[in-house]
């Protein structure tokens, strides 16, 4: 970090006309903002946890899977195809999940619903959750009140 701030930010404030005014005890301050704010990006994209709409279905996968590992969860992705509607286990001590990991575009509707409490059924945890980027359909939010399935919004994994 001293090296960046000598090498990099100090000569980028020269160049853009602003004196570098951080010495002494301010500048400690301003470095160690700065590497609270470096680590907590790094922490970030090592964990695949910045979201961009661009990324793959799988992609989305393992960002939401970083989220549960992140919050405590042992996770395990399943194989691509074949997965009977489960992206993901999940365990945490007694708790356990499966979730279907959607990023669409519109609203998600009662298909990934009905895939997640097949996959809770089919591999035998506690809860179905289906995350998406997106909010969900008024027959999705209904089918989910029924099955007991937990529809989250990818923000809201970190709260499960």
């Not at 990991?101 to 996959?119: D, F, R, S």
């Amino acid at each position: 970090m001293n090296e960046f701030y000598s090498t990099v930010l100090i000569p980028q404030m020269y160049s853009r006309g602003v004196q570098p005014l951080l010495v002494g005890p301010t500048a400690q301050f301003f470095k160690g903002e700065l590497e609270q704010f470096a680590k907590n990006k790094a922490d970030d994209f090592t964990a695949g946890l910045s979201f961009n709409p661009k990324m793959s279905p799988l992609e989305f996968e393992q960002f939401c899977a970083g989220i549960l590992k992140n919050s405590g969860w042992k996770t395990q992705l399943t194989p691509g195809s074949g997965d009977q509607g489960a992206d993901i286990i999940a365990y945490r001590g007694n708790d356990s999940l499966v979730v279907q990991c959607k990023l669409y575009t519109t609203p998600v509707g009662n298909k990934a619903v009905q895939e997640a409490h097949t996959a809770k059924v089919h591999v035998g945890v506690n809860r179905a959750v289906v995350v998406s980027n997106k909010d969900f359909t008024p027959k999705a939010q209904e089918l989910a009140a029924t099955t007991g399935t937990e529809l989250v919004h990818y923000t809201q994994l970190k709260d499960l």
